[in-house]
C-alpha cells in the first residue's frame, strides 16, 4: 500500500508561483504512473499533470507552458512547478499514484493511491 503526502501548497497573487511536492512511500522507480489532480469547490475533478515510469509528460491545455511535472525516484518524490498562476488555478491539489509503466493522459479515475492533499489559492 503506498501513501502519499503533499506539501507545498499555500495562497498566492495572481501571477505568482509555487511548487508543490509529494512524498511516495515506495520506491517508485519506474513502476508507477504520477499524476496531479485537481478539485475547485462544486466542481469535478480534473487532471493536471502525469509523468509515467520514462518520464514521459501529458498536461491539461490550460495549464500547458505554466505548470511543469517531474519526478526525482531516488527520492520518491513528485513535484508540480506552478508559474503564472491565475485565479482558476485555485483548488485542492492531489498527488497520485497508479502501478504501471504507462499512463492513461491525465485521466484522473486510473489512479489506485491518494494523497490527503494541498491547497492552492491564487487571489487578485
Known amino acids: 500500500q503506498m501513501q502519499l503526502v503533499e506539501s507545498g501548497g499555500g495562497s498566492v497573487q495572481a501571477g505568482g508561483s509555487l511548487r508543490l511536492s509529494c512524498a511516495a512511500s515506495?520506491?517508485?522507480?519506474?513502476?508507477?504512473?504520477m499524476g496531479w489532480i485537481r478539485q475547485a469547490p462544486e466542481k469535478g475533478r480534473e487532471g493536471v499533470a502525469s509523468?509515467?515510469?520514462?518520464?514521459?509528460?501529458r498536461y491539461q491545455e490550460s495549464v500547458k507552458g505554466r505548470f511543469t511535472i517531474s519526478q526525482d525516484k531516488a527520492r520518491s518524490t513528485l513535484y508540480l512547478d506552478m508559474n503564472n498562476l491565475q485565479l482558476e488555478d485555485t483548488a485542492m491539489y492531489y498527488c497520485?499514484?497508479?502501478?504501471?509503466?504507462?499512463?492513461?493522459?491525465?485521466?484522473?479515475?486510473?489512479?489506485?493511491?491518494w494523497g490527503q492533499g494541498t491547497q492552492v489559492t491564487v487571489s487578485s
Open positions: 515506495a520506491f517508485i522507480s519506474r513502476g508507477y504512473c
Open positions: 497520485a499514484a497508479q502501478p504501471g509503466v504507462f499512463c492513461s493522459g491525465t485521466e484522473p479515475n486510473q489512479y489506485n493511491y
Open positions: 509523468i509515467d515510469g520514462f518520464d514521459t509528460t
